[in-house]
């Protein structure tokens, strides 16, 4: 037991440490060569550093792999090439304006790493019912999974801090269904994406230093999907990410194709007199998690992103229930 | 309204739990052995498409559900 504890330890202080102390001069660095967006949801004229993406990156490679040097698990290399693909994807989108096809082809691209380094089991496993043996299928699933929790971040990447905070609850859940599902190598190997979130939270938090951009959000979302498919929690982990998967099925479903949020001409929500956040009645803008949230009258953008983080609560707690059930069968 | 979010919330995740009891009553025994060196390509290819097929009825059953508990809300 003493040869995991030791590497669980050291992989977390470092990927909180490398977070929490690169983080600070990168905003100087981000600020003093202009690359700064307007905060769109406060009342001054604010401007904030992006992309955060470069500390993330920078934390999880650090930790996985010291990782690596203590399992040299085909699991961690499959992690550090897909989430770094991911990375530099989005840094590309936060540098660039692409195309709307730009992300999921190129994510799905990402995630053939994982594919020949064989670092999957191609059954899935369903709580109370075992599992199905889906050799072509799960390929399949490889491809997609990754551009899904990739863009399923990315688009609660709305408000101060929720993105961040949405991921440390979703990684710490995931975590703990890995430990109680008795993978304790993935376990350790899940738990720096919390720890580097928790650590970039504190940055990204309201009100925010810094935004993770694209390439922060999409590395958050590449590393977890990968996760999910080295240790075969695939859905443990989608209803962990169920608030951010809402939020996705109700934009799609209102309108009804592919498209990016810059597109979209329709404004969900907008400003009352004191800055609170309102939902629209606006028929041509998308629904979405934050305009739903906002139906029952204005809210901070405090109270939002604290919203947000109990549906993640809730949902992780249905995700460790779900881990539980794993161990029962009919 | 933070209700119908939470159980909109619960009943994703009890359809998950379902349809992933039918996947595995239905596509886990699911073997064809008259096609030869062939067969797991062609019951591969059926897997898909019953998986698929559940996916589109899933996603059927959410969009009554959100039309449901969300129907006042839904007025934007």
Known sequence: ??????????????????????????????????????????????????????????????????????????????????????????????????????????????????????AYDSSLAFPLFGNVEIPLLYLGLIIFMIPITGNTINSIDVLNGVASGFMVIASFTLSICLFILGNYEIAIVSLPLGFVSLAFYKYHKIPSKIFPGDSGALTFGAMYGTIAIVGGVEIIAAIALLPAIINSFLFLSSVKRIVEHRQIKGKPVEHTGDFKLKATNDKTAPVTLVRLILAGGPLSEKQVGFTIFKLAIFSGILAIITAFMMGVSF | MKSGLYGFLFAMWALIILGGGIIVVLLGPFTIQQFGNFHWIIASGIKVTIALLLVIIWILILSKLKNWIFKKELKF
């Open chain 1, 1 to 118: 037991m003493i040869e995991l504890i030791i590497p669980a330890i050291i992989s977390c202080i470092l990927a909180f440490s490398v977070v929490y102390f690169t983080t600070p001069p990168l905003i100087k660095i981000l600020v003093k060569n202009n690359f700064t967006v307007k905060d769109m949801n406060k009342k001054e004229s604010v401007m904030v550093a992006r992309p955060g993406g470069i500390s993330i990156i920078l934390g999880i490679i650090v930790s996985e792999i010291v990782l690596y040097g203590f399992f040299q698990l085909n699991e961690i290399l499959a992690i550090i090439i897909t989430t770094t693909a991911a990375f530099l994807i989005g840094y590309v989108d936060d540098r660039k304006v692409m195309g709307g096809w730009f992300k999921p082809v190129t994510l799905a691209i990402a995630a053939l790493p994982i594919i020949f380094l064989g």
